[in-house]
């Protein structure tokens, strides 16, 4: 049996439990190209009660190993949820207490990761948020108090037990055993009095047999993501109704063969990490949302998961070819006394790690390998990740190894409560696969964690918005970020931003790849994908133009923005993006978009549609909705045209005098150009500022205050300064003398800078004098050298 930790609490180390998936369709359509017959035994047997799981391989003697939970393929993913995260490390309930989380996916191609991760996200969500939002609590207390219906009963839990369960109010003593085997499915539930099991024992009886296919799952098949949006968002309106302030706000970036793509603005390519001493390593640029509600960030979510890199190969129908990284930064500020508040910031950061795969089983070619093997390099660097860091601190890591391990370092590297779920497949031919995945998992359990409490005091800001997180649906703003937090962009870099994308744009859009092994979306939905792309760049563009003209034609003569026009302002709105707000966007009708500001117009533009059933993915797929894209795209197309020429046409207003004065000296050729005409005396630097505050057009008044302001302070720093360098200087007297002879060598051979030899020669006249003596030579050399710096 393989030796590991699991006897230390999994509080103070990664937390792993491992999912056996059911088969599913696919894999019998596979197993034609493998070695391993369809016949040949699994490679796994568990026992999820002990938590021990046994891989056997051909030739090999077969390991077992404990981990802290095995969940059968038979299990909801709401089970799932529970596990990993609700019942046992209370990742979400401490993220508002400052620490940090994470939970990361890790397996073989198709071994149910993103199931995992983010299930399907066009499920019923909407049961999600009603079932539980009566009340949570531990199961084994919910049913000792299940009101009359329960009849006194006594109930008592063997196997799981425990653990959060979502009950409805007044719910009868039957709903609640049906939740609870719902969400534990190996929970033995006895009643006394009826004496009836209603759920079989797994140490006393065989478990039962695994569910023949995926149908047989709960009806709410969220995973884990969604779940944790909902939990975050219910305790955010508790803190809230509290009178805490709560900021919930997320990116979602993926790496792609080693370049990093922004999710959430998919036109955003190529980003890069830093690192910053109190976030640790972000990454820069990425758009950061902040969510309000529950479904708008699921809406967001899901739009943004379908840019994620995606491709068929034998082994998955949809593959991810990327690592994709969620991270929700959760701020609460409480206030305390004296006008401060307690400010505590935590993160929750999601990994959906791409595969790991044999080339020859998964069947791909071309382009294909080469991504398979970037997905299995970084992989493999995780493995020695884990491995240096389950040795203890003594240990180089290796995180800067692979731009993988260098994003997950915060989540990895102590500070955080991670939890890791070793994804598996039961096939007879994935044992060897599956033997790397335990044996990942195994070494995982020996890294030690030491969560860390972020917390704060803050001066008390009062709420400019009155913004509340809810569970309901409601807005979702979004902010591109410098830091990994919300930050501010300057003018400049967006509207060099929009230029480079048009620049791209006219380049013409990538065509995807098709055929066998090509990305897995149908021709209409990949066009529409790209339609929609490109309505985000147009729609945003068109909004630059419009702000551009706007400003244009508010300011004076001389064009200089009037600062009081407004137009400062809207350009920094740019930055802010209603995703739902219902007036951005008109579904593709062929309007402007309205009040759609940049980036939102993708997720307006499915936010109209009517997809009844099947959700976005059916909507991507219908003809009238690509008609409807296309439309909007022209539109906007000539929309910016227009614009484009009206602001050349402003533009020229006060241009064409020049162009006429040029035509003129180039008709007459003669001419000799004369010099400029030397500055007069008032241009001269000494006067430029009097100048400028004289001279300069009334429009230019927030600029002369600004100047003013700065050359105050600029006064008083200059005023204290001088202060600091007269009471410097009386205390290098103080030291003359005593610095004596060795003062002058010193002096003379330190820096010899003018103020070193201007006191050395002071010193000399004192020790001449025979004043003061003893004063320590260091005394002398500090004070020195604070004087030296203050001037
Ligand atoms: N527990 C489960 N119950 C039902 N279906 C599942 C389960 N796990 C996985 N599947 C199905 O198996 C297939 C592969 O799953 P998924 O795409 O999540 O694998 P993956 O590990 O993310 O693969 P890759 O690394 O190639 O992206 C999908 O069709 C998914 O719906």
């Known amino acids: 049996m393989s030796k590991h930790n699991r006897n230390k609490s999994s509080s103070s180390r990664i937390r792993v439990i491992a999912r056996v998936r059911p088969s599913v369709d696919h ?19 568990f026992d999820p009660v002990s938590s021990h799981i046994t891989c056997s391989r051909a030739f090999h003697a077969p390991r077992t190993f404990a981990l802290d939970r095995i969940i059968p393929p038979y299990a909801s993913q709401g089970a799932v949820y529970d596990a990993s995260l609700n019942s046992c490390t209370t990742v979400v309930q401490d993220v508002f207490k400052g620490m940090s989380g994470g939970v990361m996916c890790y ?5 149910g990761k993103t199931w995992t991760m983010f299930g399907d996200m066009n499920d019923d969500v909407e049961s999600v948020v009603e079932v539980p939002k009566v009340f949570e609590g531990d199961a084994r207390e919910m049913l000792k108090t299940p009101g009359k219906e329960g009849g006194g009963r006594r109930v008592m839990f063997v196997g799981e037990g425990g653990g959060k369960v979502g009950f409805k109010e007044g719910s009868t003593m039957m709903e609640r055993v049906e939740a609870i085997k719902m969400n534990h499915p190996l929970t033995t539930i006895t009643m006394s009095g009826s004496k009836k099991i209603l759920r079989n024992n797994p140490r006393r009886r065989a478990p039962p047999p695994p569910p023949k ?9 969220a995973g884990i993501i969604p779940r944790v949006v909902r939990a975050l968002f219910h305790q955010a309106s508790d803190y809230a109704a509290k009178g805490d302030d709560v900021r919930i706000t997320f990116s979602f970036v993926q790496l792609y063969n080693d370049s990093i793509t922004d999710l959430l603005r998919p036109s955003s390519k190529n980003l890069q990490m830093r690192e910053d001493p109190n976030l640790g390593v972000f990454v820069k640029n990425a758009v950061q949302v902040v969510g309000t509600s529950f479904m708008g960030v699921l809406k967001v979510l899901r739009v943004s998961a379908e840019h994620r890199a995606v491709r068929s190969t034998r082994q998955n129908i949809a593959s991810s070819r990327s690592h994709a990284v969620l991270r929700f930064t959760v701020t609460r500020s409480s206030e305390e006394k004296g ?3 307690k400010v505590r910031r935590g993160t929750l950061t999601f990994v959906d790690l791409a595969g790991s795969e044999r080339l020859d089983k998964s069947g791909i070619t071309g382009q294909a390998v080469k991504e398979a093997r970037r997905i299995n390099r970084s992989i493999s660097s995780l493995g020695n990740v884990i491995s240096a860091l389950g040795k203890g601190s003594s240990t180089h890591v290796p995180f800067r190894d692979e731009k993988l391990t260098w994003l997950l370092r915060e989540t990895l590297g102590g500070k955080s409560q991670c939890v890791l779920i070793a994804n598996l497949s039961n096939q007879p031919s994935n044992s060897e696969e599956n033997m790397m995945t ?3 998992a195994s070494s995982a359990m020996r890294v030690d964690v030491k969560p860390v409490k972020f917390e704060t005091f803050a001066k008390t800001v009062k709420k400019k918005v009155g913004v509340r997180p809810t569970v309901g649906d409601g807005a979702v703003f979004m902010k591109r970020t410098d830091k990994g937090g919300v930050g501010e962009k300057t003018k400049n870099q967006l509207l060099a931003e929009q230029y480079k994308a048009d620049k791209k744009r006219n380049r013409g859009v990538e065509k995807p790849a098709a055929g066998a092994g090509g990305v897995v979306r149908k021709a209409d939905e990949i066009e529409n994908l790209h339609l929609i792309d490109q309505i985000e760049q147009l729609e945003a563009e068109n909004q630059t133009l419009k702000r551009l003209l706007a400003i244009k034609s508010n300011s004076g003569s001389d064009g200089v923005v009037n600062p009081n026009s407004g137009g400062e302002g809207d350009l920094l709105e740019l930055d802010t993006v209603v995703v739902d707000g219902g007036d951005g966007g008109d579904g593709g009708d062929g309007g402007d978009g309205g009040d759609g500001l940049d980036g939102g117009a993708a997720y307006d533009v499915f936010a109209d549609q009517d997809f009844t059933g099947g959700g976005i993915r059916a909507g991507l797929g219908r003809k009238d909705f690509s008609s409807s894209l296309q439309n909007k795209a022209d539109t906007l197309v000539s929309d910016v045209e227009q614009l484009k020429k009206d602001l050349m046409s402003m533009g020229q207003g006060g241009g064409e005098e020049e162009e006429e004065e040029e035509e003129e000296e180039m008709h007459t050729p003669m001419q000799v150009k004369q010099p400029p005409p030397p500055p007069s005396p008032a241009d001269s630097p000494a ?20 100047l003013k302001k700065v050359i105050d302070s600029l006064q008083k720093e200059l005023a204290m300064k001088n202060v600091k360098i007269t009471v410097l200087e009386s205390k290098l007297r103080a030291t003359e003398g005593a610095g004596g002879v060795r003062g002058e060598k010193e002096n003379n051979d330190s820096n010899g800078s003018y103020l070193s030899k201007f006191e050395g020669k002071m010193a000399e006249e004192r020790v001449e004098g025979k004043k003061v003596q003893g004063v320590p030579s260091v005394v002398r050399r500090k004070a020195l050298k604070a004087l030296n710096d203050a001037r």
């Open 339 to 341: 006008g401060m508040s």
């Open 438 to 440: 335990l044996n990942f």
């Open 213 to 221: 296919a995926v149908a047989k799952l709960p009806p709410v098949n």
């Open 27 to 45: 894999d019998s359509q596979q197993s034609s190209h493998l070695t391993s017959p369809s016949s040949s035994p699994p490679s796994l047997t």
């Open 107 to 111: 397996g073989q191609t198709g071994a």
């Open 687 to 706: 006067d430029s500022i009097d100048n400028f505050f004289t001279a300069a057009p009334s429009s230019w008044e927030s600029e002369r205050q600004t």
